[in-house]
């Protein structure tokens, strides 16, 4: 399989996933695909099906994931699936395992992970292939990174004791919750640097700006990232889409996804898989209050917020004023026509803020064609949806859960069952869960005393040069 750019040009050379792994953006700017998608029949999809039940999730990951990466030993890649879907890293041994709920909906359980969000099934696996990478180039990789919670520690507990991987993550001091800081400032490697910055989230995010900006710095000291962007954690993606669809679909007819919204990855993978062939009826993409991509589906007009129009949710990590993903799908909708593509998103987007795609015939066929749907949901219908799916089915969910159940009920069709996506659990989000039902949610023994672990994290102004020291410092002992 070869990958272009959602701005390549027709003779750009195409590379292999490789050699997109270790890299984010191409060159031009673009997001890299697969040249074309490969097609699962009947024949496949019942391959699939027996392959989960006899080897596994590590099997059925294998299975798909050998459809994208070429120049892996089929033993390897089969390993390193093991390595990171195998016993003892996720809650469950089917490491998504689904269960049903009133009134048409299911919940695919994405959360068992070691950081309890969906997160960590693309960042363990990242993490096995980065290091079986690095180790057959003879190098490490130094990843630099921000965040306000979810990533930060899911990249942390995938990334520690890997060989040649080192993590510096960047946090704004105070401004996440209780059991976010605890969960990466308990986490005691060498390999692991917690960095508490005296600033807010846009500020770390401008210190590994500049620092990357400094390519003599960004190549000596071996510098990536490990942001949404990248394929490896989409192609990963895909794989629990069809895991749920195996389990929720034993006759092999259609179901419809859910899937609470941010950065458009979650949902990419999922129109990935529609593309192979798996029988996906409807996608439904759900926002809170900060519904830009809501409004594209509904209006056709895309328009990024700035940082001060992003607003602060109980769904904090569908926060975002910009889907870094979504470039990816509008390549696929515009018939994958790269120079229109470049048009929108290097020229209209940067001058002026916005696109308008409502008088096309791609954004009039759009529902038709991509099976896509959208809503939002607010503050008050997640903690009305908490309450009710804890009444109706005494099951706990959490925020960002809520929002997509929210908005599956409004599409829900007879006979199709819709698969809402749990994307975390409500441990993590204990406040919102205590105002919705009145008590706080149950705590998995594996997080107890949590906060109470020694903390390992380095406090530092919003200052490049002190982070630039502190690398250097780390990265040469
Ligand atoms: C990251 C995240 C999302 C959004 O996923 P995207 O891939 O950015 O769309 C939703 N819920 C939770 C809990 C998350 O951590």
């Known amino acids: 399989m070869r990958y272009l750019s959602t701005r390549g040009l027709p003779d ?108 960590d099934i693309a960042m363990q696996l990242l993490g096995r292939l980065f290091e ?13 990174g921000a965040t306000s919670g979810d990533t930060g520690s899911a990249a942390e507990y995938a990334m520690r004791g890997l060989a040649g991987i080192r993590v510096f993550m960047l946090t704004p001091a105070g401004r996440m919750t209780p059991f976010q800081q605890a969960q990466m400032f308990s986490l005691d490697d060498p390999s692991i640097v917690n960095i508490a910055v005296d600033g807010v989230f846009d500020d770390c995010q401008d210190l590994v700006k500049e620092v990357s900006a400094d390519l003599a710095f960004k190549h000596r000291y071996e510098i990536g990232a490990v942001n949404s962007i990248n394929w ?92 870094s993903n979504f470039e990816r799908f509008v390549f696929d909708l515009l018939g994958r026509d790269a120079g229109r593509v470049r048009e929108l998103f290097a020229d209209r987007l940067v001058a002026e803020g916005m696109f308008d795609l409502s008088g096309t015939p791609e954004f009039q066929t759009l529902r038709q064609r991509f099976g896509l749907v ?69 705590r998995p023994a594996r997080f107890d005393g949590l906060e109470d672990r020694p903390r390992h994290v380095v406090e530092m102004p919003d200052d490049v040069a002190t982070l630039k020291a502190l690398i250097a410092e780390r990265v040469s002992r």
């Open 374 to 442: 959208s809503g939002s949901s607010r503050h008050a219908d997640r903690l009305a949806a908490i309450a009710d799916v804890d009444r109706r089915d005494g099951v706990l969910i959490d925020p960002h859960t809520a929002d997509a159940v929210t908005v599956a009920r409004r599409h829900v069709q007879p006979g199709v069952p819709m698969i809402v996506l749990e994307t975390a659990l409500p441990v993590k989000f204990a406040a919102t869960i205590e105002e919705a039902v009145g008590r706080r949610p149950e």
């Open 132 to 144: 079986f990478e690095l180790g057959r180039r003879g190098r490490g990789l130094t990843i630099l």
């Open 232 to 323: 490896a954690r989409l192609v990963a993606q895909v794989v629990y889409y069809v895991a749920a669809w195996l389990r929720v679909s034993t006759t092999g007819g259609p179901v419809s996804f859910a899937v609470p919204t941010g950065n458009f990855g979650d949902i990419m993978a999922g129109h990935v898989a529609r593309m192979m062939g798996l029988p996906i009826d409807t996608l439904v993409l759900a926002t809170n209050e900060n519904d830009v991509l809501d409004e594209f589906f509904h209006t056709g007009v895309y328009r990024v917020r700035s940082a001060a129009e992003t607003r602060a949710t109980s769904s904090p990590s569908m926060d975002i004023s910009k889907a």
């Open 12 to 119: 750009d050379p195409r590379p292999g996933f490789w050699d997109i792994l270790l890299e984010g953006l191409a060159p031009d700017g673009g997001l890299y695909l697969p040249q074309n998608y490969p097609q699962a029949d009947d024949q496949t999809l019942d391959r699939w099906r027996h392959v989960l039940a006899t080897e596994g999730y590590p099997g059925l990951a294998q299975a798909v994931l050998s459809l994208f990466i070429d120049g892996i030993d089929p033993a390897d890649l089969r390993r390193l699936c093991e390595l990171a879907y195998g016993p003892g890293v996720f809650s469950s041994p089917e490491v998504v395992p689904v269960s049903e709920l009133d009134g048409g909906l299911w919940l695919a359980h994405l959360s068992g992970g070691p950081t309890a969000a969906f997160k």
